[in-house]
């Protein structure tokens, strides 16, 4: 295909090399996939799941949007979550959110970016729910950065609250749901201490957002 051939060349450099390090790693890739983790993380192109967590292709199942929402009516998602819960049988799903979030950003600063401002409108009712603690935040940057982790605890709550992980722990299947936050500039994640393993457990994010108000 014009204009893409390097991508091409990249492609089969690498699968040379993997070859070369491991002959049967494309046979036994090929024969199954076995996941443990099912990572809900953002769209952002420097936010690779894998490579961030030092895992191999198989080894993460992956849904990406913009500002890693989850929403109760986006089909993909949910089939994505209950593919991985139900037929891969993943133990661990992560929402993974990043400081310096475009979306986020564009939400914080009130800004127009188009068609996307209707997907974003899921954000902004994050913004609103924790507006008071926000807007005490002077640094704009910081602010940004605090709704970033909001925004996760808030998506950790709309999945537990979703029929398909209910279900799963109704069943007694071991399911545990976890909020971090990724930090672009060194590369580090952020355990924002979120872990929810039963319905029972929900109401503790409210612990956890009542942290994240007292700052630094």
């Given at each position: 295909m014009a204009g893409l051939d390097e991508l091409f060349e990249r492609n089969r450099a690498w699968a040379a090399?993997?070859?070369?390090?491991?002959?049967?790693?494309?046979?036994?890739?090929?024969?199954?996939?076995?996941?443990?983790?099912?990572?809900?993380?953002?769209?952002?192109?420097?936010?690779?799941?894998?490579?961030?967590?030092?895992?191999?292709?198989?080894?993460?199942?992956?849904?990406?949007?913009?500002?890693?929402v989850v929403v109760h009516t986006d089909l993909n998602c949910l089939s994505v979550v209950q593919f991985a819960v139900d037929v891969l049988k993943v133990k661990h799903i992560i929402i993974c959110g990043h400081y310096g979030c475009g979306g986020i950003n564009a939400v914080v600063h009130r800004r127009e970016m188009g068609l996307i401002d209707n997907w974003l409108r899921h954000v902004e009712d994050v913004y609103l729910r924790y507006r008071d603690v926000l807007e005490a935040i002077p640094d704009m940057t910081a602010r940004v950065d605090r709704l970033c982790e909001y925004n996760v605890l808030e998506q950790v709550e709309n999945l537990c609250r979703t029929t398909v992980i209910q279900t799963a722990w109704k069943n007694g299947q071991p399911l545990t749901v976890h909020g971090w936050v990724y930090r672009v500039d060194d590369g580090i994640l952020r355990d924002l201490d979120i872990c929810i393993n039963a319905i029972d457990e929900i109401p503790k994010l409210r612990d956890t957002a009542r942290y994240l108000a007292k700052g630094p």
């Open positions: 090399a993997t070859i070369e390090e491991d002959p049967h790693f494309f046979t036994v890739l090929a024969e199954r996939q076995t996941p443990e983790y099912l990572w809900i993380g953002c769209s952002d192109s420097r936010v690779p799941a894998n490579q961030i967590v030092g895992l191999l292709p198989g080894d993460v199942f992956v849904h990406r949007n913009v500002a890693n």
